[in-house]
């Protein structure tokens, strides 16, 4: 791991899909952006804008999200979600993180990642199946 620099931001963009949409994913009757794709959205800003601090060896992996989904948008817009690094402790980092459509704000999160060695991580995942845990 580099030095992480804090308050540097990424940015992700995505267009508004039908497939993208609460009444698709399941998670409510609604053709609007849903709620667990604005989740993924921000989470991925913040995965890729950690990226460039990790070793090949390592990765990171989401820890806690507290979100806001604060308006709703329709199938076509496209949003974006702009990642900031607010703090680091040892291998925890802090995101701050806005979600925007064209119309404007749509949601915010506080996110932490964890940087962890991608083989170890995986080989843990994959012992609970045979039990190993």
């Known amino acids: 791991m580099k030095d ?7 940015k ?14 399941g998670s409510g009757e609604v053709a ?7 989740i993924a959205l921000m ?6 804008l950690l990226k460039q601090f990790l070793s ?3 990765t990171s992996v989401g820890t806690m999200i507290n979100t806001t989904h604060e308006a709703a ?25 806005t979600a925007v459509d064209e119309a404007g704000i749509i949601g915010q999160a506080i996110h932490e990642r964890v940087i962890v060695n991608k083989a170890k ?3 843990r995942a994959q012992a609970k199946l045979n039990g190993s845990v």
């Not at 992700?12 to 994913?25: F, G, H, P, Q, W």
């Not at 817009?77 to 990642?83: D, G, R």
């Open 43 to 48: 989470e991925n800003s913040a995965a890729m």
């Open 73 to 97: 948008t329709p199938c076509g817009m496209t949003v974006s979600a702009e990642a900031e690094i607010i703090k680091q402790e040892g291998r925890k980092i802090t995101f701050q993180i």
């Open 12 to 25: 992700e963009t995505k267009k508004v899909s039908e497939d993208l949409s609460a009444k698709a994913v």
């Open 32 to 38: 609007v952006y849903a709620t667990p794709m604005m």
């Open 121 to 123: 991580f995986e080989a």
């Open 56 to 58: 090949e060896e390592e």
């Open 4 to 10: 992480i620099t804090i308050g540097i931001t990424h």
